[in-house]
T-cell receptor, first 112, second 109 residues
């Protein structure tokens, strides 16, 4: 049972490049979410999904897209990376918000 | 703005002492969750307290919730150096979980 797996662990991009951060969970959880964490700060919600085919915006959705075609996967896409998107990104999953969240180990992204 | 504001921002204590962290929020919640984050790592869940609960315990952890004051506290008793980490409260409301900025706890041996 791997839990929540995020790839890659580290990534360096140039401004304007696009990429996809991968998130997969093997716990059959309906609820998945993406957060970003900037130095010395808490987590800010980017997008979330309450089930396959359903996504919604969080606090800071601009510059990011998501899709949820399967229960297991919830990729986060940066369409045109900007230096302001330099951050650590965390994916989480749970059966629902009435339950605890299980977090991945994070992806550390630098945009130059 | 982030829900679940915490204080203090930083707390430094000696091993064996108790540590108390506070969290306030602005709107109604379904539950409030506390997480721990070691430096450079992901978040680990500690305790979830529902809006109709007032107090929960887990080992050396005690969480209280006062919905009339829209506040919660996390107490760590008999702290250890290994408790050194950042602690975050997170408010669950609707379909969203929003985090505070956290308390950095340092436990000195």
């Amino acid at each position: 049972n791997a839990g929540v797996t995020q790839t890659p662990k580290f990534q360096v991009l140039k401004t304007g490049q696009s990429m996809t951060l991968q998130c997969a969970q093997d716990m059959n959880h309906e609820y998945m979410s993406w957060y970003r964490q900037d130095p010395g700060m808490g987590l800010r919600l980017i997008h979330y999904s309450v089930g396959a085919g359903i996504t919604d915006q969080g606090e800071v959705p601009n510059g990011y897209n998501v899709s949820r075609s399967t229960t297991e996967d919830f990729p986060l896409r940066l369409l045109s990376a900007a230096p302001s998107q330099t951050s650590v990104y965390f994916c989480a999953s749970s059966p629902g918000l009435e339950n605890i969240q299980y977090f991945g180990a994070g992806t550390r992204l630098s945009v130059l | 703005s982030q829900q679940g504001e915490e204080d203090p921002q930083a707390l430094s204590i000696q091993e064996g002492e108790n540590a108390t962290m506070n969290c306030s929020y602005k709107t109604s919640i379904n539950n409030l969750q506390w997480y721990r984050q070691n430096s450079g790592r992901g978040l680990v869940h500690l305790i979830l307290i529902r809006s109709n609960e007032r107090e929960k315990h887990s080992g050396r952890l005690r969480v209280t919730l006062d919905t009339s004051k829209k506040s919660s506290s996390l107490l760590i008793t008999a702290s250890r150096a290994a408790d050194t980490a950042s602690y975050f409260c997170a408010k669950a409301s609707g379909s969203r979980l929003t985090f505070g900025e956290g308390t950095q706890l340092t436990v000195n041996p």
